[in-house]
């Protein structure tokens, strides 16, 4: 079968780093999304991986390894705001998007 | 510009009965997906529709179903409710390109909370 597999809470302090993993198994790969869920509200996109390697894009940075079936999103400089539920999601062989549980972050002062 | 609207966003049905959910995508976004929440689980993908057509379907029973209208307008209906269908139903959209599971974003909205009673 397909899975993705996300920490289902972690906590950080304001002002620090968090790194959120994602691990996946699928029929094949065509690209990984992050999206941040706030409590009650839509899903906004964060980003898009194909390629391995880092993309960086301000406080928020996503990692891929195809070859481990690994991501991680690479949060700095925590604001509360970044308290949130973040989504990880995978494209299969069939463009078909398996999505992760959610990690739910928790920022403390 | 409007984002996604869904309606309504608050829900309350018995077992039995019989529900219909709307979504009304990005003006311009022609591909409209469904998907549907629960606590502890991701995602999981009901439908996807393009002009009208679907062209996606996930591994959901016949009691859910859905159509799209010819502006992109589109409606999620789920018969003989039962008390596993409480969650919630998102509704995306994402532009013109090559589809909703390509490198195109979706653009989501806030969803309609459905709890069956």
């Known amino acids: 079968g397909q899975n993705i597999d996300q920490p289902t809470e972690m906590t950080a302090t304001e002002g620090a780093i968090v790194q959120i993993n994602c691990t996946y198994q699928t029929s094949g790969f065509n690209g990984l999304f992050w999206y941040q869920q706030h409590a009650g509200e839509a899903p906004t996109f964060l980003s898009y991986n194909v390629l391995d390697g880092l993309e960086e894009k301000g406080r928020f940075s996503s990692f891929l390894s195809r070859s481990k079936g690994y991501s991680y999103l690479l949060l700095k400089e925590l604001q509360m705001k970044d308290s949130a539920s973040y989504l990880c999601?995978?494209?299969?062989?069939?463009?078909?998007?398996?999505w992760g549980a959610g990690t739910k972050l928790i920022i403390k002062p | 510009k409007a984002g996604v609207t869904q309606t309504p966003r608050y829900l309350i049905k018995t077992r039995g009965q019989q529900v219909t959910l709307s979504c009304s995508p990005i003006?311009?976004?022609?591909?409209v997906s469904w998907y549907q929440q629960t606590p502890g689980q991701g995602l999981q993908f009901l439908f996807e529709y393009f002009s009208e057509t679907q062209r996606n379907k996930g591994n959901f029973p016949g009691r859910f179903s859905g159509r799209q209208f010819s502006n992109s307008r589109s409606e999620m209906n789920v018969s003989t409710l039962e008390l596993g269908d409480s969650a919630l139903y998102l509704c995306?959209?994402?532009?013109?390109?090559?589809?909703?599971?390509?490198?195109?974003?979706?653009?989501f909205g806030s969803g309609t909370q459905l709890s069956v009673l």
């Open positions: 995306a959209s994402s532009p013109p390109g090559q589809g909703a599971f390509s490198n195109e974003k979706l653009f």
């Open positions: 999601a995978v494209i299969d062989s069939n463009y078909q998007l398996i």
């Open positions: 003006s311009g976004h022609r591909s």
